[in-house]
T-cell receptor, first 115, second 108 residues
Framework: SAVISQKPSRDICQRGTSLTIQCQVD?????MFWYRQQPGQSLTLIAT?????????ESGFVIDKFPISRPNLTFSTLTVSNMSPEDSSIYLC????????????FGPGTRLTVT | QKEVEQNSGPLSVPEGAIASLNCTYSDRVSQSFFWYRQYSGKSPELIMS????GDKEDGRFTAQLNKASQYVSLLIRDSQPSDSATYLCAVTGNQFYFGTGTSLTVIP
């Protein structure tokens, strides 16, 4: 499976500011996703990052709050905008596995705390 | 009704025993089923995938799928303390859904 890295690994931010999280993969992948995992909870899909077009957002997530870029097949960014304490969470990127397998592999995550 | 349901546990088993983790899903068109292991403070790690009815074995792990009953399970044989983690069930149909996870503790 691909090697996935995320930056930063953790951050503490003040409310009202924005943070951009980077996801880098060591090989080209078609599918990239962004998830949120709040403390003690399961994973919630934020959006699918599409290369060359706008991201596809899940219900409850909007582009103004979580803008996503996908400039190529190995890199994506997620920005958490105008943060509030409710945005404190772990943010994870994932990539698809073998074609048509629907497997997903996760990066190490970014632990965000908003004060 | 949640798309994927798991018993949150915690489930405790003694070292060397069989741990049985269960998952039910609601979408009958679901085609792909996965088990992830998540250690505390770490990201989920894919450990098993299963696509057809029956059993699939990989080392100490066996995934079982019954599409008619809409459940998928994971058996861990000869449980080790290093198996202590949260196990997430994931199902794909029209979307990719995760369960809330079952916390497993293997007692030495």
């Amino acid at each position: 499976s691909a090697v996935i890295s995320q930056k930063p690994s953790r951050d503490i931010c003040q409310r009202g500011t924005s943070l951009t999280i980077q996801c880098q993969v060591d090989s080209q992948v078609t599918m990239m996703f962004w998830y949120r995992q709040q403390p003690g909870q399961s994973l919630t899909l934020i959006a699918t990052a599409n290369q060359g077009s706008e991201a596809t957002y899940e219900s409850g997530f909007v582009i103004d709050k979580f803008p996503i870029s996908r400039p190529n097949l190995t890199f994506s960014t997620l920005t958490v905008s105008n943060m509030s304490p409710e945005d404190s969470s772990i943010y994870l990127c994932s990539v698809g596995g073998r074609e048509n397998s629907y497997e997903q592999y996760f990066g190490p995550g970014t632990r965000l705390t908003v004060t | 009704q949640k798309e994927v349901e798991q018993n949150s546990g915690p489930l405790s088993v003694p070292e060397g025993a069989i741990a049985s983790l269960n998952c039910t899903y609601s979408d009958r068109v679901s085609q792909s089923f996965f088990w992830y292991r998540q250690y505390s403070g770490k990201s989920p790690e894919l450990i098993m995938s299963i696509y057809s009815n029956g059993d699939k074995e990989d080392g100490r792990f066996t995934a079982q799928l019954n599409k008619a009953s809409q459940y998928v399970s994971l058996l861990i044989r000869d449980s080790q303390p290093s198996d202590s983690a949260t196990y997430l069930c994931a199902v794909t149909g029209n979307q990719f859904y995760f369960g809330t996870g079952t916390s497993l503790t293997v007692i030495p």
